[in-house]
């Protein structure tokens, strides 16, 4: 049975004909009695209201911690990510130039063994070119010799 401080200080005691108890004491202890529960009453009433305020903002703290949580695991998923595409990508920039550098070399040598070639056919050149010109000399010459006898 539920007694409220209303029930206290409604509260009636039939008195003994002989003797028993002094009225106006017992009122005075039910009425301190009810001041004490009521009091209580109050108090108790305060911790549920902030109990319950204290539960929502627990639980909206919980949810911004579960939202943090969620929010950094996909940060540190795209930044991993990201650096697997920044890994994959340098390693594709490195394998282009690679491939460039050796296409380079590859012309610069056949370059090279066409001017080979080149100085080698100039050389002939210069050679059958000497060899000519020596033919022309003599041959000038005996004609001069001829006709300066």
Known sequence: ?????????????????????????????LQAVAQEMENLNRENNLFREQTQKMAAESEVLTLREKDLRETLLAAQRITEEMKCNAQKEAEL?????????????????????????????????????????????????????????
Do not use: C
């Open 93 to 149: 920039i490195i394998a282009e130039a690679e491939v460039k550098a050796e296409k380079i070399l590859a012309e610069a040598e056949n370059k090279l063994v066409q001017l080979r070639n080149d100085i080698q056919e100039l050389r002939r050149q210069k050679i059958q070119f000497e060899s000519s010109f020596r033919s022309l000399i003599e041959s000038h010459t005996k004609m001069l010799s001829i006709h300066e006898e």
């Open 1 to 29: 049975m539920k007694i409220t401080p209303l029930d206290i200080q409604q509260q009636q005691f039939k008195g003994k004909l002989f003797g028993g108890l002094n009225p106006d004491e017992v009122d005075s202890f």
